[in-house]
């Protein structure tokens, strides 16, 4: 069914947080607040080169430390066959992945993981791992992308022949793959072009740096049977990646999700899990582990940097003819950069004629990247964005009109194949200009800018149950673990659906073994995809309710209508009957068929692409090179707002972290190869005093494949912000800043070298 | 915090006196833990939330580790253990100090609050209400060192403007940011209090 149209009484509206007193009070259980009884503490050794290869590794001293429960090396680990993985979000191979959790004979990047120990405090463990002894033999290595690309670069990975090229290459490169994309004849395109454009664009790898470091808590039975707990943004992931790469059964392996502490795309993969488990098994206990934040930075994914050309052709008018772009993603250590994401979104926003897009996915002796946050987007759409703004100063056209003139709308063929549906741009693109923000003047010293963003928005695979309990009210329970406030979102579908308040519906997020599968939460899917299935849940609850009624009433079920939660006869000819609502039909349950129930999975399809618009303001101090940012706008189509406080935060806190990428943050390495600023201290991510008020404006275009109207919410923020920023600096400086981050010593060079 | 000796001074010193940024990360330091004797536990008294506890810690132990290993009190969470995220904020007789750069061994005698300790029974403490109503959390794994320092700025007087707010919570680093609603939540709880 479709409530699109209806008027709603639940969706729409903002309850209070259903999690809200567990985290205000500190009784939420994120996976480091679980213990077992006779628990151990997981530590890993972590290389301290950026390349080398691993000699020996003498493990004697740590395992004859007293309290020293198990020591593993990579020895301890199945050996696994070259496969794609299509388990966690983004490209991932599980030879990769299992190598990534424990080197073998190599390590390939500074904190990668060569050995771990079980001990009973986390102070011995630290003993422990200082016990071991090994002996490695340093490699040539390489950080930045396009040196991994030079011909001699160190190679990572003797078998590893870059895919995507004919012929075949026969020489062993760090560059796995390249992907292209090709739209109509770009040579063409730039002939007819009156005015053409061209920029080098470069970002560096930024962290989630969720605040909650990865933490796992894990029991190997003496059976075989397998209990995890732990933080992530899909158990079912875990568990697959878990059987699949410690040679187990998925029937053995049961994990439970704790509390996540934030995750925006980087708990879509394990590291711990995989050990804690091998360690429990060699010690007979449980065992606890958790990242120190050194190890997170160092040893689990950023997203990739980049280094960029774009090229747009332009007719005097604004209209874009050609448009070109060559990407060379940083993988880390292993294949699998969002590249494809990268190449498919620079240009979606736009109608274009003429495309040609190449894409690099390159390794580099960093660690592996895991996604963050629309994986390629924000990269790709500042090397774009930033070059569209130089468009419309060449034109000396507003930045505003180029992108209506351009804007992709129903029926736009992308350059990546599909046809834009349902999309709503051009409603963000009238939001922007109707806004006071772009309407107000600029103040004296502040410059202005404008960016754009595209994220497709995926749905997929999803469970979701609803139960109506024997007092009458409701438990949904789905397979999606909640980063975004999805059990606030899922649970006020269900109600609506069903006609009671949102407060009746208590959502809760079931382990593996209770819940049929579902994919993990990323490509902002959950709200989408396992609202959908909830939804359908609770119809189905709905039409058994209705026969409940109708067996009770001994009346056909036609003659049964559900309003306002309770089931009512159908007009005077169905009978006179006192309405039966939740509890009444459940204190009857017994009665009428026994326990009330529906469960529903899905492959949810449609998801509707979501689209935003960015506004900045800046003033920049010219003595600091310090940007400050004056004014914030943030303008989405979010489809339908199920939630609209959540949906403002999910906004805010995208263009937060867009805030910081653009502005502060960034991996700092040495000569030798190793990360200079893993902490807080000196990876500067923005603070309460850095940022501005930033506005959220919900522009609703509702996605007619959802039964609300919902599209994802969670990754376009994080877009538009570089380039928005990018803009604004050229708007108060005329300096165009093509490298992030644009930091006060970087933005005072520019403003020297300008004079 | 200032007579307490913290553990980051302790790994200093522990460190052969080099300053801990200089001391590599990996191996150096660690190789400095092994020689060291293995120390025995220490028994440490103290307050938690009104009650007296003795706990026998390593003398290495964070009060975090502390709080959350041996007095079982896991609300308090652990974000960086380097004293840069605020996430591990306590209040020690009465001020806020990172859990996480404090020794527990130096708690000896000391009145702790920790989030557990805050509301007053079933009655949520005004800050925490606050943070609620205002929707001042998302993952809500920073909240509860965002509760505290905001329960102890308001007390010291310093939650008199926005700008104020920001500067005074500056410590505590929320990366889901909800930072308009964190501001929100505090300049309401202080007004109210
Ligand atoms: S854990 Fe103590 S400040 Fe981060
Ligand atoms: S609520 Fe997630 S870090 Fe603050």
Known sequence: ?755 | MDELITRREVMVVAAGGMALSQAPAHGADRASDASEKQTSDVPVSLRVNGRALTLHVDQRTSLLDALREYAGLTGTKKGCDRGACGACTVHLDGRRVISCLTLASRCQGKDITTIEGLANGDQLHPVQAAFIEHDGLQCGYCTPGQIMSAAALIKEGHAGSDPEIREWMSGNICRCGAYPNIIAAIRHASRGA
């Not at chain 1, 309003?563 to 017994?590: H, I, Q, V």
């Not at chain 1, 494949?705 to 919902?710: K, L, T, V, Y």
């Open chain 1, 1 to 755: 069914m479709n409530y699109i149209d209806f008027s709603l009484k639940v969706v729409g509206t903002r309850p209070i947080r259903p999690d809200g007193v567990d985290k205000v009070t500190g009784r939420a259980v994120f996976a480091a607040d679980t213990r077992a009884s006779g628990m151990l503490w997981g530590k890993i050794l972590r290389s301290p080169h950026a390349h080398a290869n691993i000699v020996s590794i003498d493990t004697t001293k740590a395992a004859a430390l007293k309290g020293v429960f198990a020591v593993v090396t990579g020895q301890d680990f199945p050996e696994i066959a070259s496969e794609e993985a299509f388990v966690g979000e983004g490209p991932m191979n599980f030879r990769d992945l299992s190598l990534n959790c424990m080197a073998r004979t190599k390590v390939l990047y500074e904190g990668h993981a060569l050995a771990a120990v079980a001990a009973s405090t986390q102070e011995i463990a630290d003993q422990a791992l200082a016990l071991i002894d090994v002996t490695y033999e340093v490699l040539p290595h390489v950080i930045d992308v396009e040196e991994a690309m030079a011909p001699g670069a160190p190679v990572l990975h003797a078998d590893m022949f870059t895919a995507g090229v004919t012929p075949k290459p026969e020489t062993a490169s760090n560059i796995s793959k390249v992907v292209t994309f090709k739209k109509g004849d770009i040579d063409a395109g730039f002939a007819e072009a009156e005015v053409i454009v061209e920029g080098r664009y470069t970002t560096q790898p930024v962290h989630q740096a969720y605040i909650e470091p990865h933490a796992c808590l894990a029991t190997y039975a003496p059976d075989g049977q397998v209990q995890i707990h732990s933080s992530s943004q899909g158990h079912f992931m875990i568990r697959a990646y878990v059987a699949k790469l410690l040679g187990m059964s998925i029937s053995n392996i049961r994990v439970n999700p704790a509390e996540i502490g934030g995750g925006f795309g980087g708990k879509t993969l394990v590291y711990l899990e995989p050990v804690a488990v091998t360690l429990s098994k060699k010690s007979g206990r449980s065992v606890k582990m958790q990242m120190t934040r050194e190890d997170v930075f160092r040893a689990s994914g950023p997203t990739s940097g980049a280094a960029m050309t774009v090229k747009i052709g332009a007719k005097k008018d604004g209209t874009i003819v050609a448009a070109q772009q060559v990407l060379k993603f940083q993988a880390g250590a292993f294949a699998g950069s969002p590249i494809g994401p990268g190449c498919m979104c620079g240009f979606a926003m736009y109608d274009l004629p003429n495309v040609d897009v190449v894409g690099y996915d390159v390794v580099s002796n960093r660690p592996k990247v895991a996604a963050y946050r629309a994986p390629g987007a924000p990269i790709t759409s500042f090397a774009v964005e930033s070059l569209m703004d130089e468009l419309a100063i060449k034109l000396g056209i507003d930045a505003l009109t180029l992108r209506e003139k351009n804007a992709a709308k129903n029926g736009t063929k992308t350059h990546y194949g599909p046809v834009h549906q349902n999309i709503g741009f051009t409603a963000v693109l009238d939001a922007v200009k109707a806004h006071p923000h772009w309407k107000s003047p600029l103040k004296e010293g502040h410059g202005r800018g404008l960016a754009t963003g595209f994220w497709f928005n995926i749905g997929g695979e999803s469970s979701a149950q609803v139960h109506v309990n024997e007092d009458g009210t409701v438990t949904a329970a789905t397979g999606s673990p909640d980063i975004g406030g999805s059990r606030a979102s899922i649970g006020m579908m269900v109600a609506e659906v069903l006609g009671v308040p949102a407060t009746t519906v208590r959502t809760i997020v079931a382990d593996t073994a209770s819940i049929g599968f579902t994919f993990l939460t990323g490509g902002s899917r959950v709200t989408f995809a396992t609202g959908m299935a909830a939804t359908q849940a609770a119809e189905k609850v709905v039409e058994d309710l209705k026969r409940r009624a109708a067996q009770t009433w001994d009346i056909p079920v036609d003659a049964v209508e559900w309003k306002d939660g309770a089931a009512y006869p159908a007009g005077s000819n169905a009978g006179a009957f006192e309405p039966l609502d939740l509890a009444a039909l459940a204190l009857k349950a017994g009665r009428t068929g026994g326990p009330i129930l529906a469960e529903v999975s899905i492959n949810a399809q449609g998801a509707g692409p979501g689209f935003g618009a960015h506004i900045c303001d800046v003033s920049v101090d010219k003595e600091t090179g310090h940007v400050k940012i004056e004014r914030y706008t943030a303008i989405q189509d979010v489809g339908k707002a199920i939630h609209p406080s959540y949906v403002e935060g999910q906004i805010q806190g995208g263009a937060a972290q867009g805030i910081g990428w653009a502005l502060s943050e960034e991996y700092i390495y040495n000569s030798k190869g190793l990360m200079e600023n893993a902490g807080f201290l000196d990876y500067r991510v923005p603070v309460a005093s850095d940022m501005p008020m930033i506005e959220a404006v919900l522009v609703e275009v509702p996605n007619p494949r959802h039964p609300f109207g919902a599209r994802g919410v969670g990754e376009v923020p994080i877009v538009p912000p570089m380039a928005a920023i990018a803009n604004a600096i050229r708007s108060a400086t005329g300096l165009r800043m093509p490298d992030l981050p644009m930091s006060p010593p970087k933005v005072r060079a520019a403003l020297d070298a300008a004079g």
